[in-house]
C-alpha cells in the first residue's frame, strides 16, 4: 500500500506527483528541442555561384624560316572557373574561338576557328581552345590589318531553367573577350 503525501492541507497520492514530475520533464524536453532549432542537415543547401569567364587569349609564334617576319601563330583562347563547381551535362556549353578579319562588320564574330566542348570545370580551373596558322608579319593582311581573335564561352539558351543549379552562369558580362592581332606582330 503507498502512503499519501499530505501537502497544505490536501492529500496528494505518490503516483500523481509522479506523472506530474513525467509531464514537468517532457515539457523542459520539448522546450529545449525546440530552442535548438534544425539541425545543419536540415538546412537546404546553400544555391552555388557559378561565374566562368573568358580569362585571356595568348599568343606564341614560332618562326618557320630565315625571314624575319615568317613564323606559325599559335592562338590560344582560355576560360577560367572564378567560382563554385561548374556541372553540366553534354551539348548546353561551349567555348568558341574566331578570327575576324579588318572589314567584318563588329555584330558577326567572323570565323569559328577553334572549338571545345565540356562539361565540368572545377572553381579555379581553366580550359583552353587553340588554333595554329601561317603568319607573316609583313603582308598587309597580318601585319598592318591583323585580324582581331574573340573567345565565347555560348551557353545554350535555356540553361537557367533546366533545374540544375550548377550550370547557371551567375555574370554574362565576363563571356567573351575580343583581343587584336597586332601582338603577335610584337613577337618577332
Known amino acids: ?17 509522479k506523472r506530474t514530475f513525467n509531464l514537468l520533464f517532457l515539457f523542459a524536453l ?6 535548438c532549432g ?6 537546404p543547401e546553400p544555391t552555388p555561384i557559378i561565374d566562368l569567364q573568358a580569362d585571356d587569349v595568348v599568343f606564341m609564334i614560332t618562326p618557320t624560316s630565315s625571314i624575319a617576319f615568317d613564323g606559325t ?23 568558341l574561338l574566331y578570327e575576324r578579319s579588318l572589314g567584318t ?12 566542348e565540356f562539361t565540368t570545370l572545377r572553381t579555379g580551373e581553366t580550359m583552353q581552345v587553340s588554333y595554329t596558322r601561317p603568319w607573316n608579319s609583313a603582308s598587309p593582311a597580318e601585319g598592318e590589318f591583323p585580324p582581331e581573335y574573340i573567345l565565347r564561352l555560348s551557353l545554350d539558351p535555356d540553361i537557367q531553367i533546366d533545374g540544375n543549379v550548377h550550370n547557371n552562369d ?11 592581332g597586332k601582338a603577335i606582330n610584337q613577337l618577332f
Do not use: C, Y
Not at 500500500?1 to 506527483?17: A, E, F, Q, V
Not at 520539448?30 to 530552442?35: A, N, Y
Open 1 to 17: 500500500m503507498k502512503h499519501p503525501t499530505i501537502k497544505k492541507g490536501r492529500l496528494i497520492r505518490t503516483t500523481d506527483l
Open 30 to 35: 520539448s522546450i529545449v528541442s525546440l530552442s
Open 38 to 43: 534544425p539541425s545543419e542537415d536540415d538546412s
Open 73 to 95: 601563330a599559335t592562338i590560344t583562347g582560355r576560360v577560367k572557373n572564378m567560382a563554385d563547381n561548374f556541372i553540366s551535362v553534354e551539348g548546353q556549353q561551349v567555348i
Open 105 to 116: 562588320p563588329t555584330d558577326q564574330p567572323g570565323t569559328e576557328i577553334g572549338r571545345v
Open 170 to 180: 551567375n555574370n554574362s558580362e565576363n563571356n567573351e573577350l575580343i583581343v587584336s
